[in-house]
Structures are given as structure tokens and as C-alpha cells.
């Protein structure tokens, strides 16, 4: 199956189950992706992890129910997953902006979010730079940390600033940030801030040395302020790299973002000049 079809299908086939206990490893083993690659194709294509994506659309319609037939709040709540009617009065007002109650009292207005219809739009020509390097065993002095899947748009940033705040970029500036699910299907994935290892150089306390393998590495270039240019080429690679790839497949739970110095520019990572790098593995079909 194509990716474009795969995320056109799993889509449909969340909306077809989404009453049901559904989680990330059930939607990928069906469009028959590994979980890693998935999740992320997912998010950055539709902008919410499949997670988010799910309550949101079983908040929408536990509202519409609400309003259009005499079902109660606690009926609602077992229906919809939740625990307790409390805990789903909660999210009922994170996402519709009322209680319940107070939406079948007062008659206010409720909020829809109508299931994804995904269009990927091929384009020829020069649309993506990239080219594939074969690169041997390399070494990097780390600090590591696992994040969920669910919340590592959110955290990532907030571990890299904990990095500099904490006086660790003294000793890695930060070359890298790696990604790392070997089985690429765990709910969970191992994430590296890094710089390339030096054995002469003593092993700082609270740092690790890591090795990353060999790998052919579909490598695409990145130029323009951060975060904005590196989460273009992302979006570019997932809707136009993928969907038009012929010769080559993802092959491991790894992907690496290369930063440059940002010494190097006039804005630091702000400038519009600067250069990043996202690796991934790869392998001819």
C-alpha cells in the first residue's frame, strides 16, 4: 500500500472504529506501516497524534448526542470512555467551552470537528533536495531521555532548553537530536541531544556515549529559520517525498536532525540562512 492510501485508509478506518479501544500499534498493523514512521507521518500530514485526534472526534460526537436525544450525562460518560461523569464533565468543557449540564439547560452553542479528509498533493520538478549517502558507525557524547509519542511535540523543545539552562551545553552543544525506537513500535522512544565523540575527551558526569549504526541515509537539507524550515521539510517529506518514493523504504526506528553552529550565522538559528539536516534510513525495495 502507498503511503498516501495508507493514511487515507487508516483515517478511515479510525472513523470506522471510533468507539472502539483503538491505539497507534491496531492502526498501523492495518495500513501495514511500522509504528514509528506512522505516528510521525500522522501527526505532522494531519496535525494531531492519532490519540488527540480520536478524543477530539469522540468529544464532538458525545456533544451532538447530548442535544439530540434524552441520553444522561452518566450514560454518556461510560459510553465515551471515561471513568466517572466528573472526569468527563471536564474534558466535555475543555472542548465544548460549557458543561454539560449547562449545553442541555441553556441550549448553548456546542463544537464540531468533522473526520479528516486528507488530500496529498504530488508535485514534480525540484520540489524536494535530498540525496542518499551511505554512512559508517559513528559515536556520539549524549544526554538521553524517553518521551511518549503522544507528548514529544510539547516536551522535546522543553528538554532542549533544560539542556542549556542547566549549564550541559558547555560540554554538548548540540549537534544533533536523535531519535531512536529500534523495535519502531513502542509507546515510547528514546530521544538524544548530541555531539559527535571525541575518546580523548573524559566522559562528563551525567553524559553517555551512544553508538548510532551504519546506515544508508536519505539525507534532506534544510535552510531557513528554526523551528519553522526544519518542520516544512518534515511536512514535505511525509507529503511529497514519501508518497512519490519508487526505489526505497524506511528500514529502523532511527531519524536524526543535524543543526549547524549558529555562531556561524548574523540571527543565530533565527537567520534565514540557516542550515539543518533530517536523516533517515533507508533501504532499496
Not at 496535525?47 to 478524543?55: D, L, N, P, Q, S
Not at 472526569?87 to 468533522?114: C, E, Q, W, Y
Not at 549504526?213 to 514535505?236: E, R
Request: proline share 5%; net charge negative; with cysteine.
Amino acid at each position: 500500500m502507498e503511503w498516501a492510501e495508507a493514511i487515507g485508509e487508516a483515517v478511515n478506518y479510525i472513523e470506522s472504529h471510533i468507539m472502539e479501544e483503538l491505539t497507534m500499534y491496531e492502526v498501523a498493523a492495518h495500513v501495514n506501516i511500522s509504528p514509528f514512521y506512522f505516528q510521525k507521518g500522522f501527526r505532522i500530514l494531519c496535525g494531531y497524534t492519532i490519540a488527540e485526534y480520536v478524543r477530539k472526534r469522540r468529544m464532538a460526537l458525545a456533544g451532538e448526542e447530548l442535544i439530540t436525544s434524552d441520553i444522561t450525562v452518566m450514560e454518556l460518560a461510560m459510553k465515551y470512555g471515561y471513568d466517572s461523569p466528573d472526569s468527563f464533565t471536564k474534558a466535555f468543557s475543555r472542548f465544548h467551552g460549557n458543561t454539560p449540564l449547562t449545553v442541555r439547560k441553556d441550549k448553548t452553542m456546542i463544537r464540531t470537528f468533522a473526520p479528516l479528509k486528507l488530500t496529498i498533493s504530488l508535485k514534480g520538478g525540484n520540489v524536494m533536495d535530498y540525496r542518499i549517502v551511505k554512512k559508517e558507525a559513528f559515536s556520539v557524547l549524549c544526554t538521553s531521555k524517553e518521551f511518549t509519542y503522544e507528548n514529544a511535540k510539547q516536551e522535546i523543545p522543553l528538554y532542549w532548553q533544560e539542556h542549556y539552562s542547566s549549564g550541559k551545553g558547555e560540554y554538548v552543544c548540540g549537534m544533533f537530536g536523535i531519535n531512536i525506537d529500534p523495535q519502531m513500535g513502542n509507546e515510547r522512544f528514546e530521544y538524544l541531544i548530541a555531539d559527535i565523540y571525541n575518546p580523548s575527551v573524559d566522559i562528563p558526569k551525567g553524559f553517555e556515549v551512544k553508538g548510532i549504526p551504519a546506515f544508508t541515509w536519505a539525507v534532506f537539507p534544510c535552510k531557513g529559520a528554526m523551528p519553522d524550515a526544519l518542520q516544512d521539510v518534515n511536512k514535505k517529506i511525509f507529503s511529497e517525498w514519501l508518497p512519490a518514493l519508487q526505489d526505497y523504504e524506511f528500514v529502523a526506528g532511527y531519524c536524526v536532525e543535524m543543526y549547524d553552529a549558529p555562531d556561524k550565522y548574523p540571527n543565530g538559528t533565527n537567520d534565514e540562512n540557516y542550515y539543518t539536516e533530517i536523516w533517515i534510513p533507508v533501504r532499496k525495495k
